[in-house]
């Protein structure tokens, strides 16, 4: 089974990212649970989704306490207390313009940044850095195949289809680099 943090602040679009992350793992034949927390359900504070995939049936009801990856919306975020929820060898893709090196994280975890508000920029969504974000992370942790993703951001987004599919797979191009 493996277990996905997401983290955010609220507005940012990671319990969006959480929700089409679960389906496109649904959708490629996975077995799925989902849930969110929501701080004090206003813009900017903290946020999380968590995701368990596996493909048996998930039978597990507690809290995701070491998270095999963790995508991280806002670097002010990834402190040590989120970071003790994740296994020592976890995959963390953060939104940032710093390098990975500049983040001192302990153990074996693979730290990657990415600038989603550039590619968001770039593909006329403004802040709207969900889309970007998904592409690097998928591409990361080789799941959910990009074909699926890509379906699932296509008949879930209500607006802007073109954009977020466009920034979903520069998203990914990025994320190949650095998988």
Do not use: W
Not at 4 to 27: D, P
Not at 118 to 124: G, Q, V
């Amino acid at each position: 089974m493996r277990e996905i943090l997401i983290v955010g602040r609220g507005g940012q679009g990671a319990q969006t990212a959480g929700n089409l992350l679960a389906q496109a793992f649904f959708s490629a034949g996975q077995y799925v649970q989902s849930f969110a927390t929501y701080g004090g359900a206003r813009r900017g504070t903290p946020v999380s989704s968590t995701i368990r995939v596996d493909a048996r049936p998930i039978r597990l009801r507690c809290d995701v306490t070491q998270a095999d990856a963790l995508l991280c919306f806002d670097a002010s975020l990834l402190d040590q207390a989120l970071l003790n929820r994740t296994r020592p060898e976890a995959l963390i893709v953060v939104n940032s313009v710093r390098s990975p090196e500049e983040f001192a994280v302990a153990g074996e975890r693979r730290v990657y940044t990415i600038d989603g508000f550039k590619l968001a920029e770039a593909h006329n969504l403004g802040r709207f850095i969900n889309s970007a974000l998904l592409g690097a992370f998928c591409a990361a942790l080789r799941d959910p195949p990009a074909e699926v993703m890509s379906r699932t951001i296509s008949e879930t987004t209500p607006d802007r289809r073109p954009e977020n599919l466009a920034a979903f797979h520069a998203g990914f191009r990025t994320g190949e680099g650095i998988a």
